[in-house]
């Protein structure tokens, strides 16, 4: 008899022995539960503090605040978790009355709030976000006769490492529901832990002699009966983005709205509320409360309303309350935005006036810009030139918008012609020269530290444009850009556009010779036909006789000229034939081969700047 025949003669032994000793016989069984330990004879009754179910936690995501309905996530996520690992679960709905006895088996826990945080700790790589999540409960554990047991305090610290695309213009989503994920692992991993204490408290009852159905579970006190569909971030923006808000100053508001639910919503608004002067900013220059178009599923718009605080502002806190109100169904809740009130200085200029404001670049990085040189040294760059053009990507793909090395130079030949325009003014940025790292050093650490109120800049960029397929944001394409590639890693016109704004010269005139294209999906399609036109004048100053930034934009994607844009710089331009080709000359010259935002006016001062002589 071999070794394999009396193992298996052994176990059929033990298996006829086990039968016989049973009533019942279950086989194994595999579970796909996430918590597949067995259930503890436990009928546990919750009680959560009051103002635990409405708790909400801040967080600064992707550049815009985002709210974390924590209160909601942890009553849900110990409901949940004890109805599969307990053999009941009920929600006492009033805090603070007296627990009448129970069976020996049934234990109440009131649930309290000690500390929640969603602490940032470093950007760390492009796309990733760093954070310490931190949740403290404390449970207070009575038994059947409603006498207190036990308080134990329940401890969550975590870092994550969280993949959330920055907003490179405040004007698309990043992936913030991963920051209710993380919250919500935080309180599930917690109701487990206050589970594990039961049995050490109570020992181990015998089980319920009644069936207990877990088909319906529980009503929670939430704050509201219907699930919430709307959710919204904010952002508010100063002129010269010192986080100061000053008397006169112009200000930005931007709420950025998604239908989270299944079903389109026709008609919500946005309500200002809060300090008289901040509200008042906003109310004099918006029709206010605002009204948001419908929404699909799923769909987001994002909306500026723009402010000018009263000269005479008092010092102090201000305080920012955003609503969104849908007209039917639950609000979407508020947003308090907090900023310094400051008096305005007293200056030439009032802070508010963007054409005066310090250069600043709030979406577009690179390092640290230059000291500007004195005024007498601005005084010697009345006229200035960046070039910008993309011979070839480093990423290309079939069909990329390449401009050839022969168009840049009859570019810069033909602002060389113009006799404003010398040599050591003009500078060109080129294929693998011509990364976002680059164009942002030249823009400001080279051309804006050279400005004067004087000075009459142009930024030439001739390369691929792409467009987001729902919001129709335009971002220019930098070397290392790509079709497939986060927005954060490119340009932003709209940013742009506003640094462009700030700068401290008379004009600026913005050429773009730009083809555009849609953004691939996330699914690695190009949607051909996007819902939202491409914004090309989201982040243009208008309303204004004089605008300090004018853009130029060919109509046609592609021209057999090789400077089409300035070649009426040559002399075919000059209307009057007096030798000199005016500002006003040039856009006149452009008005059927170009797109020209915004219009001038035949009566502002700057359309007499000459460019040519």
Not at 243 to 253: A, C, K
Not at 441 to 454: D, G, H, K, Q, V
């Amino acid at each position: 008899m071999n070794l394999r025949f009396i193992i298996a003669y052994c176990l059929l032994i033990l298996w006829l022995l086990g039968i016989g000793g049973c009533t019942n016989f279950h086989l194994p069984r595999f579970s796909f539960e996430e918590d597949a330990s067995p259930r503890l004879p436990f009928v546990v009754r919750f009680l959560f503090d009051p103002g635990l179910p409405q708790a909400t936690l801040q967080v600064d995501a992707c550049g815009l605040s985002h709210t974390i309905r924590s209160g909601e996530i942890i009553t849900q996520a110990f409901v949940t978790i004890g109805q599969k690992r307990l053999a009941s679960v009920e929600v006492i709905p009033n805090a603070g009355r007296s627990l009448p006895a129970q069976a020996p088996n049934n234990v109440t826990v009131q649930l309290a709030l000690r500390h929640q945080a969603f602490k940032r700790i470093d950007q760390g790589q492009e796309d990733q976000y760093q954070a310490q999540v931190e949740l403290e409960l404390l449970a207070i554990y009575f038994d059947a006769q409603g006498q207190k047991r036990a308080e134990i305090p329940l401890r969550y610290s975590r870092r994550v490492n969280m993949w959330t695309p920055e907003l490179s213009s405040q004007s698309i989503s990043c992936a913030a529901g991963q920051f209710d994920s993380e919250f919500e692992e935080a309180a599930r991993q917690l109701a487990r832990d206050m589970i594990a204490a039961l049995p050490q408290l109570y020992g181990q009852p015998p089980a319920p002699t009644t069936t207990v159905q877990h088909s319906a579970p529980p009503v929670l006190p939430q704050p509201h009966a219907e699930p919430l569909r709307l959710s919204f971030r904010t952002l508010l923006q100063d002129a010269n983005n010192n986080f100061v808000l000053e008397g006169g100053e112009t200000l930005v508001l931007t709420i950025e709205v998604t239908n989270k639910g299944s079903m389109p919503i026709s008609s919500a608004t946005i309500e200002l509320s809060g300090t008289p002067q901040l509200v008042q900013a906003f109310a004099q220059v918006a029709d206010l409360p605002l009204r948001l178009p419908t929404l699909q599923p799923g769909e987001t718009t994002t909306t500026e309303i723009r402010g000018r605080l009263p000269k005479m502002v008092k010092g102090g806190r201000g305080e920012l309350i955003v609503s969104v109100v849908p007209t039917e169904g639950p609000p979407a809740g508020s947003h308090k935005i907090f900023a310094e009130l400051q008096p305005a200085q007293t200056t030439a200029s009032p802070p508010g006036d963007i054409r005066q404001a310090p250069a600043s670049r709030p979406a577009l990085r690179s390092a640290a810009v230059k000291s500007a040189p004195s005024q007498q040294d601005s005084a010697d760059f009345p006229y200035l030139a960046l070039l910008i053009g993309l011979d070839a990507y480093r990423d290309p793909w079939p069909g990329a918008y390449t401009i050839s090395s022969g168009h840049m130079t009859a570019l810069a030949d033909t602002l060389r012609t113009t006799g404003l325009f010398v040599d050591q003014h003009i500078r060109i940025l080129q294929g693998a020269h011509a990364t976002r790292t680059d164009i942002e050093e030249a823009l400001f650490s080279w051309a804006i530290p050279r400005m004067s109120p004087n000075t009459v800049f142009i930024l030439y960029y001739a390369g691929q444009a792409v467009t987001h397929p729902t919001t129709g944001e335009v971002y220019l394409m930098p070397y290392e850009g790509s079709l497939s590639v986060s927005p954060k890693r490119l340009i932003s016109l709209r940013a742009l556009q506003r640094a462009l704004a700030k700068a401290p010269a008379r004009v600026t005139l913005l050429f773009l010779e730009t083809p555009v294209l849609p953004l691939l999906q996330a699914s690695g399609h190009i949607r051909e036909n996007g819902k939202a036109p491409a914004r090309w004048k989201s982040g243009l100053r208008r309303g204004s006789r004089t605008p300090h930034v004018i853009q130029i934009r060919q109509a046609t994607e592609r021209s057999h000229d090789p400077a089409a844009l300035l070649a009426g710089l040559l002399g075919r331009a000059d209307n009057n034939h007096d030798g000199t080709i005016t500002v006003a000359e040039l856009l006149h010259d452009l008005r059927h081969v170009a797109v020209i935002s915004p219009s001038l006016d035949p009566k502002a001062p700057i359309g007499a700047i000459p460019l040519s002589r």
